[in-house]
């Protein structure tokens, strides 16, 4: 971790227990403690844990980054008791609202120090007891869900077979590092809407610059969660979301006529943390160049094969006499996956064959050799369009499956500027990296002055979905920035289609 985001956090750290000074000072004198103690921070705490016959040891656990803020805010809670206040506002004021709590306390309340015995002797209601149980519970939770790992629900068939929907899976924080959110003050357990208010479900008051304990890059062939990199602005409205990107229909109608229409507010706009949960895997890592020729990867110029139960489209015919259903094909062991909008099984678009298959290479084997089927063959998508695929442009005509050469931009790599790749890297130089970055009469301008290289501040990744021709990924969005990543999928919980799908129980996903 970066000097500077240490510096950050023990900053933080430190002024959550120095801010409140001005009135814990007041409260020392009462407890018979010199006021100037209040004023040095983390010896401040000494003293009340002292005061409150508390373990000092906690003063310690203060220095755990971001965990000791909870710490703090604990010592904080002890430290009102000792001036008989045991009421949950109270507390949730001595915790949340320390600067203004305890300044409050000492100059408008002037209450007694009534000492640790009298503490010991107070009896909390029942009520108090689960209350307090439950608050606990919210913040080792939330911890936990920050810190290590997080339930996260698949939401479409872009990754079949591999994930299918309605698969709940874990997924790892500490694979890549754990990342401290850019806004910490959220709901817990909830991304960036309220359930019922359909608000958003945090306070961007404080917001943190990127910081990632322990990192750890991404390696090629990981099944990684990470926030829409897209998502950052989105219609805030059942269809759109990231099913139907803002940025997309500002490529389709212009920025100024999704302004302007009904249809498409609310416009909202998330900080990096809170945007829309995606799960692809990754087939480039930074540093890489990425070619994709009727749908079959390059990396570096070397193929790579395709992930074990990667779900490919396949045209097939039939020999004469032969057909094919859903059920005989379940009966050969090619798995069939349907939901509202899409069909493994259907019939085909072109007339020369009878049947479009999404299967796996293991599959389409066991297809072949039924010796039902005359011919196989993959579907390809290779039309290019200048308003779908990444970077939008008329220069580099790629389409679905065939696609590149693209560089991944790397951490300190310094990148040659020309009119071809402008395109490509603006969004990384201008958005991703928060410069100031234009072309204008075929020159370069980087914050204010002239330039012809740029060095990249992050490492990037090409992400793209198992189910390659179902899949919203790179080849539509562009690169995924280091600071968008959440972690790495790691093991199926539970699944559920109709009942449980036992055999996927447990999964560690590969």
């Avoid at 050469?405 to 020309?418: E, G, N, R, V």
């Amino acid at each position: 971790m970066p000097l500077q985001h240490i510096f950050v956090v023990y900053l933080i750290g430190t002024l959550i227990v120095f801010l409140p000074s001005f009135g814990f000072a007041k409260l020392f004198a009462k407890a018979g403690v010199p006021s100037w103690k209040a004023y040095i921070p983390f010896y401040n705490t000494w003293v009340m844990q002292e005061l409150a016959q508390r373990p000092k040891h906690w003063v310690f656990w203060q220095f755990i980054p971001v965990v000791g803020w909870f710490i703090s805010m604990g010592i904080f809670i002890e430290f009102a008791k000792l001036f008989g206040r045991f009421s949950l506002g109270q507390h949730t004021g001595a915790s949340l609202l320390a600067p203004v709590y305890f300044p409050y306390l000492a100059y408008k309340q002037d209450p007694r120090f009534i000492g640790a015995e009298a503490v010991h002797k107070h009896k909390k209601a029942a009520w108090r007891e689960w209350v307090d149980a439950a608050v606990f519970a919210v913040v080792a939770a939330t911890l936990i869900r920050t810190f290590i790992f997080e339930a996260y629900t698949i939401p479409s068939g872009s990754m079949e077979k591999t994930l299918l929907v309605r698969d709940f899976l874990f997924v790892s924080k500490l694979s890549y590092g754990p990342r401290i959110p850019n806004t910490p003050l959220s709901v817990p357990f909830v991304h960036n809407y309220l359930p019922v208010t359909n608000t958003k479900s945090y306070s961007e008051l404080i917001k943190l610059p990127y910081m990632r304990w322990f990192p750890s890059p991404v390696k090629r062939g990981d099944a990684v969660v990470f926030n829409f990199p897209a998502g950052d602005t989105v219609i805030h409205k059942e269809g759109f979301e990231s099913l139907t990107p803002y940025y997309s229909l500002v490529r389709a109608y212009g920025r100024d006529n999704v302004l302007k229409e009904e249809q498409f507010k609310p416009i909202v706009v998330h900080p990096v943390d809170k945007t829309d949960n995606y799960i692809k895997r990754c087939v480039a890592v930074a540093g890489d160049t990425l070619k994709i020729v009727d749908g079959v990867i390059f990396i570096n110029g070397k193929e790579q094969p395709f992930p074990p139960y990667s779900g490919r489209p396949y045209l097939v015919k039939m020999k004469p006499g032969r057909m094919l259903d859903k059920e005989s094909l379940e009966d050969m062991g090619i798995a069939i996956y349907e939901t509202e909008n899409s069909s493994d099984f259907s019939l085909s678009p072109d007339p020369n064959f009878q049947y479009k298959i999404n299967m796996t290479q293991t599959e389409k084997a066991t297809l072949e050799k039924s010796g039902f089927v005359d011919q196989v063959m993959p579907e390809l998508i290779n039309t290019p369009s200048a308003l779908d695929y990444f970077p939008y442009d008329t220069i580099h005509k790629w389409s679905l499956d065939t696609y590149g050469d693209i560089w991944i931009p790397k951490k300190d790599a310094t990148l040659q500027l020309t009119a071809d790749n402008f395109s490509i890297y603006e969004r990384a130089i201008r958005v991703y990296e928060h410069n100031d970055f234009y072309m204008q009469n075929g020159k370069f301008f980087l914050n204010g002055k002239e330039a012809t290289t740029y060095t990249f501040k992050m490492d990037y990744y090409w992400m793209m979905g198992d189910n390659r021709h179902g899949s919203q990924d790179s080849r539509y969005w562009g690169f995924v920035p280091e600071d968008r990543i959440v972690g790495k999928a790691w093991m199926i919980w539970f699944s559920w289609e109709g009942g449980p799908r036992w055999k996927r129980l447990f999964n560690i996903v590969k």
